[in-house]
Structure formats: structure tokens, C-alpha cells
């Protein structure tokens, strides 16, 4: 049966974990992995998510079955983090294994409720954006979002492309730390897209896998709650992998705002048929740590504290990026990184400036240009930033 399968072309950004990996230079820098790292180079498990593995080790009772929805006290919490008290009245949330598996889940419901719908994603968008859309069978289609000079988001452009679409239309927008670009979306700009989804009809989908990791918890949320506010309906996928540090637990929500709870129960409903069919139920670990901290006062503290250190501590970074680009290059040429939200910027740089890059000063930068700023120590900027002068960056 599987002969006929061909060998897989290597995955880009693992074959360059390895290179990276197998790279016996001392100083040299990866900037390719998606995930956060602190000075010491470390992706950390943090304090609050030990302390609620340990309290889980000592109280567990049972491993049975949870149930389609997963754990339902993790799904009041993340509908909390996410959305206002009064959204929260008229949304639910269900369990998922990550992000990665809302994002699916809600793209199984829009391809069931609504065949036929095109779901625009932004040019660019996170990698996988298109190929879950396309494999739950919807069409996807981009709106432009990155200006090519500044490196900052082309609002009228993407305004324009927002202003023609309707009700058979839904558009995937980042709720804060744009991936791969960083450039986020202004406030001003999160009201135009409410006022257009008012009056057009499309359905708003926010994926918000950083939150936390832009400004602030409350912040990173203002956007979708501005657009949450308007519309009647609004599908939301989000992720505890990068702040709560769970990657691998795989622990994620899909959200469903609708006009009342009954409606968004019923979304609710049909996602866990549609589970049924595939993972049936998600992973309880994670969503167990998520609950218990939430649901704590000192661990909720203790959470936020280090999250909020770990956004410092990127937001550091980016500051001493713009003024060390400024000093080296008496230009403003690099001052988008410090305009960036989150843990990536799009460079632009050129498939030849990666490739010298890596040859000629260990720099690890994945197609394409994205760099995780989290995956720099704060010894490592000047030696970044003269590579990219003398790469011609
Ligand atoms: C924008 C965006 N959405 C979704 C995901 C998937 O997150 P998860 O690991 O929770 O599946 C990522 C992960 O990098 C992401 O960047």
C-alpha cells in the first residue's frame, strides 16, 4: 500500500535545528526555533507550572477518561484570559490539543456550517495557517498586511482587501505578536476591522498564541476585545504553549462567541462530534496546570510575574537591538524591531545575506528571514549586529 509514497522533502526549519545542532562553532547563534529562551539559552519550565505539577503528583486520583470538552474549570479560566466578563456571557470554550488543534477544530466547523467559505490569511501568516485551513477543505485566500519598507503592518491595504469581502468570507487575524512578522495591528485599525465586519458580515477568526509575550496579558487582548465587542459572532483559536511554557503538553482552546451561550454551546457541540472522528478528546496534563494556577492566587501571581519578566526581557532586547543598529549604521534603517510585538521579526533579509550569515558568522535565520529576538542572549547583540553590517544587511 504505502510504496507509492514518496520520501518527504526535509523540514526546512528542522534540518536547520540540526545544522545548527551539528555546528561545532562556540559563538555561534540560533535565531531560527520558534520558541522562547531565556539568557542562559534555556526554554524554561517555569516556577508556577512546576509548583501545579507537583500539587497534581500529590492530589491526582484517577486517569479515566475526561470527556469530549477536556477539563471544563481550563475552559472557564482561558475564556477569562481571553475575553471581557460581559463576552464571556454570550462564548465557550473547548479543549484542544494546542492551538494548532483549534485552529483545525474551528476550521472543521466553518467547513461543516458553511461550506464553501473562503478564509483569508494574512500575506504572511504563520506557516501552517494555509495548510490546516486547506485540509479541513476551505479556500484560502491572503490580504496584504506587511509593508515591504517598513517592515510595519500596510493598514490600508489591508483595509482595502477587508472592505470587499462578506458573509461568505472569514478573516484569520493575529490577536497580538504577528507570526512570523511582529508587526501588530493598531488599536485604531482593530476598530476599523469591527466596524467592517459590522457592516460586511465576515467572521472574524483571531488566533492568539502569544498572549502575554506583546505588552501585558490585558493588553495583547485589547485588539480582539474590540472586535468581540462589535460583532455577534466570532471563532478564536489560543494557545498555552509559549505562555505557560506547555509546548509539548499541547494544551490550547477553541472559542466560540456567538449571540447567546446556547448558540456558541451548540458550535461547542458540533466541534466535539467532529473530534470524535479524529483525537476524540484532548490531553489532560497541560489543561490540568493551567486550571491549577489559574485557579490559584499565589500561582496565578507567580505565573504572571515570570511571564511578564520573560516579555521584559524580549522587549530589553529589542531596545538594545535599535540602539545598537542605530550606533553601528548611523541609520533608523533597523528600528522596526523595537516597533515589533513579541518574539519575531521579519527581516527581509535575502536568501543570500541568511546564507552568508550562517557561513560566515554561525547566525541561524530560517527562510524567509523571521528571527526569534527570544532566542538571543544579551552578550550576543553586538556580535549580531555587526554580522548583519558586514553581511550587507
Ligand atoms: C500564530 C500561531 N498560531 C498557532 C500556533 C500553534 O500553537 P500550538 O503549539 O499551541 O499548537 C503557533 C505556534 O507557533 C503560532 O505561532
Not at 482587501?161 to 507570526?179: A, F, I, M
Not at 522587549?315 to 518574539?343: C, I, P, W
Request: negative net charge; contains cysteine.
Amino acid at each position: 500500500m504505502f510504496e507509492q509514497l514518496a520520501t518527504p522533502k526535509g523540514d526546512p526549519i528542522l534540518s536547520l535545528i540540526a545544522e545548527y545542532r551539528n555546528d561545532p562553532r562556540e559563538n555561534k547563534i540560533d535565531l531560527g526555533i520558534g520558541v522562547y529562551r531565556n539568557d542562559a539559552g534555556i526554554t524554561p519550565v517555569m516556577q508556577a507550572v512546576h509548583d501545579a505539577e507537583a500539587l497534581l503528583l500529590a492530589n491526582q486520583t484517577t486517569k479515566a477518561y475526561q470527556g469530549l470538552t477536556g477539563d471544563e474549570a481550563f475552559n472557564e479560566e482561558i475564556l477569562k484570559l481571553v475575553l471581557t466578563e460581559s463576552q464571556c456571557k454570550r462564548a465557550i470554550a473547548l479543549q484542544t490539543p494546542g492551538a494548532s488543534g483549534a485552529l483545525r477544530m474551528i476550521a472543521d466547523l466553518i467547513a461543516v456550517t458553511a461550506p464553501g467559505s473562503t478564509v483569508w490569511i494574512s500575506d504572511p501568516s504563520y506557516i501552517n495557517h494555509r495548510p490546516i485551513m486547506e485540509k479541513a477543505g476551505l479556500t484560502v485566500k491572503t490580504y496584504p498586511y506587511l509593508n515591504a519598507e517598513t517592515r510595519l503592518v500596510n493598514e490600508p491595504a489591508m483595509l482595502a482587501t477587508l472592505e470587499s469581502l462578506g458573509p461568505k468570507d472569514v478573516v484569520l487575524l493575529h490577536g497580538c505578536c504577528h507570526n512570523p512578522s511582529g508587526a501588530d495591528i493598531s488599536l485604531d485599525s482593530w476598530h476599523r476591522i469591527a466596524e467592517l465586519a459590522t457592516k460586511n458580515g465576515f467572521l472574524p477568526f483571531i488566533d492568539i498564541a502569544y498572549q502575554g509575550l506583546g505588552d501585558s496579558l490585558e493588553a495583547d487582548a485589547q485588539g480582539l476585545q474590540v472586535l468581540a465587542d462589535a460583532v455577534e459572532e466570532m471563532v478564536i483559536s489560543t494557545s498555552c504553549s509559549k505562555n505557560f511554557g506547555l509546548y509539548r503538553d499541547r494544551t490550547g482552546a477553541a472559542i466560540i462567541l456567538s449571540k447567546n451561550k446556547q448558540i456558541a454551546s451548540n458550535a461547542r457541540a458540533k466541534m466535539c462530534e467532529l473530534s470524535r472522528g479524529s483525537y476524540s478528546m484532548p490531553p489532560a496534563h497541560g489543561a490540568a496546570i493551567v486550571h491549577a494556577i489559574l485557579t490559584s492566587e499565589s500561582l496565578t501571581k507567580s505565573w504572571r510575574d515570570e511571564l511578564d519578566a520573560m516579555n521584559r526581557r524580549v522587549n530589553g532586547l529589542r531596545s538594545a537591538l535599535v540602539k545598537a543598529f542605530r550606533e553601528k549604521t548611523q541609520t533608523e534603517r533597523f528600528d522596526y524591531f523595537g516597533q515589533h510585538k513579541g518574539m519575531f521579526s521579519l527581516t527581509g533579509l535575502s536568501d543570500d545575506i541568511i546564507a552568508e550569515l550562517k557561513h560566515n558568522h554561525g547566525i541561524y535565520i530560517v527562510g524567509g528571514g523571521r528571527v526569534n529576538v527570544a532566542g538571543l542572549k544579551e552578550s550576543e547583540i553586538d556580535t549580531l549586529v555587526e554580522a548583519f553590517i558586514a553581511a550587507g544587511a
